[in-house]
């Protein structure tokens, strides 16, 4: 078992299955040595959707599972697009973090956290990032975050 694939069972964690686009568009894409995810959508480990405005329906603190739910689909995809093998990952390269949030919600980066924070767990060094973490009014399906990244593979 690699150290990556060990390190998730040591978290107790299981990923998510991959889910195919409900759109025109693809979950992945490879242009060289970087691995593009369309973005994920919060969902919980039954996959219902994690929906709401933060600030409003719903709190920091539930946002930020929300958020670290977004990051373990884009590493089930991760999972995917390297054939299984999540030691093809050489570095989590950017997230960028959507946020559906009221308008006086300014807490954006703790809820980004909840993505950043799971990558970084289970990839440790190669996990660091760069990010954005940016509100919005609405997301599909009026779901709470989406979280979309760039890593690169060998």
Request: charged share 25%.
């Amino acid at each position: 078992m690699s150290k990556i694939e060990n390190k998730i069972k040591e978290l107790n964690i299981k990923l998510p299955d991959p889910k195919p686009p409900v759109g025109a568009y693809v979950a992945t894409k490879i242009v060289g040595n970087l691995l593009f995810i369309s973005g994920q959508i919060s969902a919980d480990e039954n996959m219902n959707l994690i929906k709401g405005k933060v600030g409003e329906e719903l709190t920091l603190d539930r946002a930020y599972k929300a958020a670290e739910r977004c990051g373990l689909s884009l590493l089930a995809h991760a999972k995917k697009a390297c054939d299984g093998d999540l030691e093809k990952i050489k570095s989590c390269v950017k997230l960028t973090g959507y946020v559906n949030s009221s308008n006086n919600f300014n807490d954006q980066p703790k809820v980004i956290n909840g993505a950043s924070d799971i990558i970084v767990k289970i990839l440790g060094d190669k996990g660091m990032h760069t990010r954005a973490a940016v509100s919005v009014n609405s997301l599909p399906l009026g779901v709470a975050v989406e979280v979309d990244g760039v890593f690169e593979i060998n």
